[in-house]
């Protein structure tokens, strides 16, 4: 390392390689709390601001580490029951098929997957499957365990609860929910074949036009014939994508394309 470089320079330097590494992006209001974050990393494992970054760069960083970065350069808010008229989407479009296969984008810590399942439970379905994905390991390994802190939208029947505020979905809840750390911005096929169904919301709004048509185009290509693609509202609009092979529905509360039969 020759040359001192400013923080400015090493904050750039990070953008850089998650985008070209990752194609993740960083919003411009975020990469403060990003950047501050990130240097504390780096000093728990008693490097510079400089030092962490020339790791990055001349790959001397570990397959954990990694997951770490990402899962600090990306925002995962989320909680459950958060947007009620996608999830009585899910649910309504769900009848269409025999087996219902719902795929939750950019899914967190799991909230969204598991709130699909006992919606769907409760709409009386019981033979469907929910795969949630998002990029970040420790959020996947979060949402595998299936425990949360006490949520009063959560009836009983689903969970146990302990005197230390947690609840945790009974093992037969958690059958009809699987979960992968994927990267939907990769040439990686996603583990889980022809949903019926898939859900992207408050994850491409982070992300720039091209990007979110890419991820659009992407999940698209995944659908069967008459199967459906969700996304919150005006998240596609915001892009201006028009795909030429999936009809886009008039609904109010969302922004829905179903693939033409
Ligand atoms: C704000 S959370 C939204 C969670 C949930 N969909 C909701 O609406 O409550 C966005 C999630 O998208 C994930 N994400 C961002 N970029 C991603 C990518 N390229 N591939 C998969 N997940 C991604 C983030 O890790 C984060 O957990």
Redesign the pocket.
Known sequence: MADVVSLDQILDGWIDILQSRF??EIAHDRQAAFFKAINQLGSSIGESEEGFLYRAQNRLLTQHDWAEII?LA??????FY??KAIIDLVSKYSREFARPRVL?????TG??PYTFAVEMNEKGFSNFQVHG????AP?ISHARTGVYKQNPAIPDRYVSRNAAGQMKFYDWLKDFVSFEE????SDQPIDFAQPTTIV????LI?YRRESRIR?LENLALMLPKGGYLITGPAEAEEAHWKPNYLERLTVASASVFRKSE
């Open positions: 194609k993740i899962h990306t925002n995962h808010e989320t909680r958060r947007y939750s984008v950019g899914c967190s909230e969204e994905i998002d990029i970040s959020c994927h990267n939907v911005l992207t919301q408050n994850m982070y991820i």
